[in-house]
């Protein structure tokens, strides 16, 4: 039988100084060729074993697939499999991870239509960052491991679906990162030991990819690892310990942004109603820089700018239980007090702590707020609120819940109530029970 290549070569030398090599492929008789140009036969053999590259195995070896194990796992709800649908041809593609989350945790599979699609969605990501992987391969069950063992871009799946000491041994980053991300959590304690064991001996992404575990599910209990973080000679791992410490309200670190914070913010109660007096940093000390805090690349004074990311940087890491107690106010009453054009710098910090701290109430605030009116101008201030509505409790996004806006609102204020309703909806679509699709 020729090969590809042979077709190739004849066509390159051309017919007239070389023959068109034959064409015999196993169980398919050789055609006669008709008198007719060279040119034509060579075509038509090339014609005739692209048929057959394409068809995939001679057919003396063709067997019958595998059958799939039956998955005692439920479908989704046909409502629930349509969003999927949507969420797989780029309709809020970040909330794809949402979605996968909530039918693992709800115990529901992927509907075995949409396989393909999700798992070529997943196989783009980068394997350093498994996370979409890991759930594709958990809402896909049985029938996405024996997609899997048909397809080799699919062999993912596998890697996440098996258990045992040797992804973390032999794996590559990606096994490692799965088989430590379910350790934890099934057993936190263990997995804390297996990173300090590690921690020497890794390298610095291997230590970004600890932490980055460990700040799926901070407690206190981990504050001790995470603090001698802070002295990592990485700069990167650094940062992510002080920023995990901060979601931790009653952590070291979060105790020490509390005072500098305080030092920032002050009420002023006077005859015209009470306002937030602000005084940002003047400088950035060793301490600050040991959590987490950067400086400017300039000596001396800090100009205002300097001064004012300072400012962002510190209300961001503050335990927001600081302004409540301190002010003995609620996170609406504190979020609508007058601040003057420290605005922008007030709603992003208290933002980035809301969703560090996983604070509902602060988060419902800050949105309500942005929603009513009262969203700064600042370009940072509709990514601030792009990323909020996507980390706050999906209720909020229920018509009656939800603040009311006048017509014709800005594309921000639209895009958030349309990320709100639609994050309502998918979840709710999820807990419908599934007997219906």
């Not at 697939?65 to 041809?89: I, K, M, N, T, Y």
């Not at 263990?190 to 990173?195: D, G, N, S, V, Y």
């Not at 921690?199 to 980055?212: C, Q, Y």
């Not at 060793?286 to 001064?307: E, Q």
Request: charged share 25%.
């Amino acid at each position: 039988m020729s090969t590809w290549q042979d077709l190739v070569t004849a066509s390159l030398i051309g017919t007239e100084r070389s023959a068109v090599p034959p064409v015999a492929l196993p169980g398919v008789p050789t055609p006669a060729d008709a008198p007719a140009d060279p040119a034509a036969i060579l075509l038509d053999r090339a014609a005739l074993l692209t048929v057959a590259r394409r068809g995939g195995r001679p057919p003396e070896q063709a067997e019958p697939l595998p059958v799939a194990e039956p998955d005692p796992e439920p479908a989704v709800s046909r409502a629930a499999g349509h969003r999927l649908a949507r969420l797989l041809s780029g309709e809020q593609p970040d909330l794809l991870t949402e979605w996968l989350t909530a039918a693992v945790t709800r115990r529901r599979r992927v509907p075995a239509h949409l396989l393909p699609a999700l798992l070529d969605r997943a196989r783009r990501v980068t394997p350093t960052d498994p996370e979409l992987r890991r759930l594709a391969a958990k809402a896909g069950g049985s029938r996405a491991r024996w997609l899997a063992g048909l397809n080799p871009d699919w062999k993912f799946v596998t890697a996440h679906t098996s258990a045992g000491d040797d992804a973390w041994r032999l794996g590559d980053a990606g096994q490692r990162r799965g088989y430590l991300t379910a350790l934890r959590a099934r057993d936190p304690g263990a997995a804390r030991e297996l990173i300090a064991a590690d921690w020497d001996a890794a390298g610095p992404d291997e230590r970004v990819m600890f932490v980055n575990v460990v700040a799926g599910g901070p407690s206190l209990a981990d504050e001790p690892l995470l603090e001698a973080a802070l002295d990592d000679r990485s700069a990167w791992v650094r940062k992510m310990a002080a920023d995990v410490l901060a979601a931790l309200p009653r952590s070291a670190l979060a105790q020490r942004m509390a005072e500098r914070a305080g030092r920032c913010l002050r009420l002023d109660r006077g005859i015209r109603g009470t306002r937030l007096l602000v005084s940002p940093p003047t400088e950035c000390d060793a301490a600050m820089r040991r959590d987490g805090i950067t400086p400017s690349p300039g000596a001396g004074r800090l100009p205002l700018a300097d001064r004012t990311r300072l400012l962002l940087d510190v209300v961001a890491r503050t335990p927001l239980q600081t302004w409540t107690d301190g002010f003995r106010m609620t996170p609406v009453e504190i979020v609508g007090m007058r601040c003057g054009d420290w605005a922008p710098v007030l709603f992003t910090g208290w933002s980035r702590a809301a969703m560090a701290q996983r604070h509902q109430e602060w988060m419902a605030a800050l949105i309500n707020w942005a929603i009513a009116g009262g969203l700064p101008g600042h370009p940072s201030g509709a990514e601030t609120l792009r990323r909020l509505v996507r980390r706050v409790d999906p209720a909020l996004g229920a018509p009656e819940t939800i603040a009311s806006r006048g017509a014709g609102p800005p594309p921000a204020i639209h895009d958030a109530i349309t990320v709100l309703r639609f994050r309502h909806d998918m979840l709710k679509e999820l807990d419908v029970d599934h007997s219906d699709g």
